[in-house]
């Protein structure tokens, strides 16, 4: 079976300070893509960063970057300077070749920033 | 560009009944997928469709059912209502057959079954 797993259901950080969220996963295949996923009380899905996973090199977008460990299994996020407007629910997520197009998500970590 | 696009967003529906939830891809956009998001389950693939055939399926029981219309929009169906389809519904489309193209998820229908 392939998992994802965040162990933090909930994170709570200070505004312009740094934070990071785990997720782990599990899969048998070799060639697949992972992904992370703001969902803002709005509701409307947003794609954050992806990681390649052929890749060694961490993919890193603005304020934004992963620190990707392939022999562990580890996808975890770091968010740098937070911004209020981070506040949200966050999903890691991964797709595999064999899966299809069909994202696999966890069960995500909802993300407080304080003033 | 005008960004995924679903209807209705909000639908109240009672046990036994159908629906109908549309879904308008982004202009050029060929694939579109679609997820269900509940508290306990989390999200959960359920379809994907490109050029108006289904290519994957997750694992739902038959009374969840799509389609895919020749302009990419798409529609799934869900037939005899249980209390746990109440859901938000959320649709992806992509642009090309290539799956590690990014999916753009449109605001979700909001399903409840009374």
């Known amino acids: 079976a392939q998992t994802v797993t965040q162990s933090q259901p909930e994170m709570s950080v200070q505004e312009a300070e740094t934070v990071t969220l785990s997720c782990t996963y599990d899969?048998?295949?070799?060639?697949?893509?992972l992904f992370w996923y703001k969902q803002p009380p709005s509701r409307q899905m947003i794609l954050v960063i992806r990681q390649e996973a052929y890749k060694q090199q961490n993919a890193t977008e603005n304020r934004f970057s992963v620190n990707f460990q392939k022999a562990a299994k580890s996808f975890s996020l770091k968010i740098s300077d937070s911004q209020l407007g981070d506040t949200a629910m966050y999903f890691c997520?991964?797709?595999?070749?064999?899966?299809?197009?069909?994202?696999?998500f966890g069960k995500g970590t909802s993300l407080l920033v304080t003033p | 560009k005008a960004g995924v696009t679903q209807t209705p967003r909000y639908l109240i529906k009672t046990r036994g009944q159908q629906v109908t939830l549309s879904c308008s891809p982004i202009?050029?956009?060929?694939?579109v997928s679609w997820y269900q998001q509940t508290p306990g389950q989390g999200l959960q693939f359920l379809f994907e469709y490109f050029s108006e055939t289904q290519r994957n399926k997750g694992n739902f029981p038959g009374r969840f059912s799509g389609r895919q219309f020749s302009n990419s929009r798409s529609e799934m169906n869900v037939s005899t209502l249980e209390l746990g389809d109440s859901a938000l519904y959320l649709c992806a489309s992509s642009s090309t057959s290539l799956y590690i193209n990014e999916q753009f998820f449109g605001p979700g229908t909001r399903l409840t079954v009374l």
């Open positions: 997520a991964f797709m595999t070749v064999n899966s299809g197009y069909a994202l696999n």
């Open positions: 202009s050029g956009h060929r694939s």
């Open positions: 899969t048998s295949e070799n060639n697949y893509y």
